[in-house]
């Protein structure tokens, strides 16, 4: 896939834009168990990060840098369970 960053998260965007407007509500909505999100509840999240991670990349484009950036653990993000 070529292109910047960007142009790839808008091509997958778009990708998945087109793959929920053929669901209905039904499949839209049904959680294949219990203890598992549904398309819905899935591109939600997907929504939420992505308004947070624009956030937080705004606030980091306003702090001035001053040497180099303090390293963060960020291994619990590696747990998908």
């Known amino acids: 896939m070529e292109g910047t ?3 790839k998260l808008s091509k997958a965007r778009q990708q998945v834009i087109r793959e929920i407007q053929s669901l209905n509500n039904e499949k839209l909505n049904a959680k294949p168990a219990p203890d598992e999100w549904s398309i819905a509840q ?3 999240h ?3 990060v992505e308004l947070a ?3 937080a990349i705004k606030a980091g ?3 001035e840098s001053k040497g180099k950036p ?3 653990d960020v291994s619990t993000t590696l747990d998908r369970s």
């Open 61 to 63: 484009l306003k702090k």
């Open 70 to 72: 303090e390293r963060k």
């Open 46 to 48: 997907l929504v939420l």
């Open 42 to 44: 899935i591109c939600y």
């Open 53 to 55: 991670t624009i956030k």
């Open 5 to 7: 960053i960007y142009e």
